[in-house]
């Protein structure tokens, strides 16, 4: 089989570190089958739009290496579809969206909803007080052809919804085995909105199915919508994909990751300096481990070793101290040159040789780049003191200004070449204690 997998985020603002790790085991389960990666951009939910997503999400995935087989790119910055199945954004899309609901409502597997937005309030309010499952009650269910034909006619507002079956509906997950869920819990789901667009759950069945896609790997909070989906892949006739639903990423104290306890945007990680090929390694673990007795993977490691079967069940604690373990070693194996290259723009105004030089010394002590600023100032101004704290013990001020002054010729006797090995310049001084 051609494996095909694809990343469909949404373009409300910048790319979520889950979100990102979604992409990268749907990219590493495609290479290490020689199949393909698609990206398309799910943008159907038009109050959560955020013009420039689009735009800053796929520069982020060409930072990270994710590269993709089909999708939108950027080209002299205009967004340019590559591939033969697009559109690849959902809102180009909508005469395919139509053409499918309109089958599912001529095999009487879909109905016209009309019933407004308060009604659907006091109902869920009324559900709720009597403890009861928010449902849709299938008022318009049983509307005959001659009402729906008049409501259409006079232009009321309606949705178009699915009418569940009844009886279990059973799929396999890749991460999770064998799942069943009673029809009678599955709502009579929305599939096209007021607005003409469709909803998730119609829209992404629809393009997965006409994309080729062979394996649907997304986060654990879509798999209650799976049944939607399975009942959808039936009624349409379309064979059923593989689907693989990834545990959460979760904070230390075990709550969902979220901002309120610090950065989720890969963004903000890059631009303090974490390096994407740290970033790749850190979040290809936070659910997968392809061995228990090594941290540090290349992308090779990573598309060699994937495998569905290997990624766990519980969620993974996001530990920001991990990462900044794992990044710090990621810096200390750049070559000087390219760190240099990486650490420039924390420090615009620091003389190029003079930089590399606090750079051979600072290294092995940065967890991310930008740290570099923290440690300029020692090198690049002369420090404020007390004079009085550089009198050892019982000795006087006489005696301190001639051991510095004593240590201030040696420095000057070694010459420029010393300073090129920190042993060379420890020995010198301890010689001279």
């Known amino acids: 089989m051609n494996v095909v997998t694809r990343f469909p985020p949404s373009p409300t603002g910048f790319l979520h570190v889950g979100s990102l790790r979604t992409a990268l085991y749907n990219y590493l389960f495609a290479r290490h089958h020689g199949g393909r990666f698609i990206l398309r951009v799910e943008d159907t939910d038009r109050s959560r739009y955020v013009d420039g997503a689009v735009e800053s999400l796929i520069r982020t995935m060409n930072v990270m290496g994710l590269d993709y087989d089909e999708g939108p790119t950027l080209v002299d910055g205009e967004i ?141 909070e879509w798999i209650s919508s799976v049944p939607k989906h399975v009942l959808l892949y039936q009624k349409l006739g379309f064979p059923l994909p593989a689907f693989a639903h990834l545990p959460l990423i979760l904070n230390p104290d075990k709550s969902k990751l979220s901002k309120r306890q610090g950065d989720v945007a890969v963004e903000d990680f890059l631009g303090k300096g974490y390096l994407p090929e740290a970033l790749i390694n850190f979040v290809a673990l936070l659910g997968f481990n392809p061995s228990g007795d090594k941290e540090i993977y290349s992308v090779k490691d990573l598309q060699d070793a994937f495998d569905l079967g290997g990624v766990n069940k519980s969620g993974a604690v996001f530990d920001i101290e991990k990462l900044n373990w794992m990044n710090g070693q990621y810096i200390k194996a750049l070559e000087p040159s390219e760190l240099l290259k990486r650490v420039r723009p924390y420090s615009p105004d620091v003389d190029e040789v003079l930089l590399g030089k606090i750079l051979a010394v600072e290294k092995d002590r940065l967890s991310f780049l930008s740290q570099i600023t923290e440690h300029l100032a020692m090198y690049t101004q002369a420090p404020s003191y007390n004079a009085e704290t550089l009198v050892w013990k019982k000795a006087d001020k006489a005696d301190a200004l001639k051991q510095l002054s004593g240590v201030n010729d040696l420095m000057k006797s070694l010459g420029e070449e010393a300073f090129d090995s920190v042993e060379l310049i420890e020995g010198a001084i301890k010689k001279y204690i």
């Open 80 to 220: 340019v579809e590559v591939g033969e199945r697009g559109p690849y954004v959902q809102s180009n899309r909508t005469d395919i969206y139509k053409k499918y609901s309109k089958q599912l409502l001529d095999q009487g597997d879909a109905y016209h909803c009309f019933c407004s937005s308060e009604r659907l309030t006091q109902l869920r309010d009324q559900q709720r007080l009597a403890k009861l499952p928010t449902k849709y009650d299938r008022t318009c269910s049983g509307l005959d052809k001659a009402d729906v034909d008049a409501r259409l006619e006079a232009n009321e507002p309606f949705v178009i919804r699915l009418k569940v079956s009844e009886g279990p509906i059973m799929f396999k997950d890749e991460v999770r085995g064998a799942i069943t869920i009673d029809g009678s819990e599955v709502d009579d789901q929305v599939l096209m909105k007021t607005d003409g667009f469709p909803t998730y759950h119609l829209a992404v069945v629809v393009d997965d199915h006409l994309m080729g896609v062979t394996h649907v790997i997304r986060g654990e």
